[in-house]
Every structure is written in structure tokens, then in C-alpha cells.
């Protein structure tokens, strides 16, 4: 599971993952936008659901900026499966 997660995210975030500048390779922090995109939603929403704790996603601050972390957000998917 691990290989195709690779290969997935390799294709889906291209650019965006191979320039970020993250020691910690097996579990990368996104920004927002990217975190929005993985998750086949808009920025705000993300946004909407950590100002109301609608959606447990960890948010981390860097900064004054909002990251996810990768793990966190296949999480959130995972517990959403419909068998």
C-alpha cells in the first residue's frame, strides 16, 4: 500500500511535492491548498471545518500558515470508505 501511495501522490501533486523542503519524507506536511486538492475540496472548506472543528484533520500552524499532515488526511479518507 505503501509503493502505490508513492506512485499516487508522485502523479497527483507532481511540482508541488518534489520541491517541498520537508525533512520528514514519509509523512509530508501540505499547505491548505494542497490538503484541499488531495481531498477533492475547496481551501475554505478546509478552512470553514478547522475554524469549526467540524472535521478532526489536525491542522499544524507554521507560522501563521495552516499545514496537514499527509498521514492525517488519509486518515480522514480512510474512516469515510464506503464498503
Known amino acids: 500500500m505503501a509503493n502505490a501511495m508513492s506512485g499516487l501522490l508522485f ?3 507532481n511540482q508541488e511535492l518534489s520541491t ?3 525533512k520528514n519524507t514519509l509523512n509530508p506536511l ?3 491548498k494542497q490538503a484541499a486538492r488531495y ?3 475547496s481551501p475554505g472548506t478546509l478552512a470553514v ?3 469549526t472543528k467540524q ?3 489536525n491542522p499544524i500552524l507554521v507560522g501563521k500558515l495552516v499545514h496537514y499532515r499527509l498521514a492525517d488526511l488519509d486518515q480522514f479518507l480512510d474512516q469515510r470508505l464506503v464498503d
Open 30 to 32: 501540505l499547505n491548505r
Open 20 to 22: 517541498m523542503a520537508h
Open 55 to 57: 472535521k478532526h484533520l
Open 11 to 13: 502523479l497527483f501533486f
Open 39 to 41: 481531498l477533492g475540496v
Open 49 to 51: 471545518w478547522d475554524c
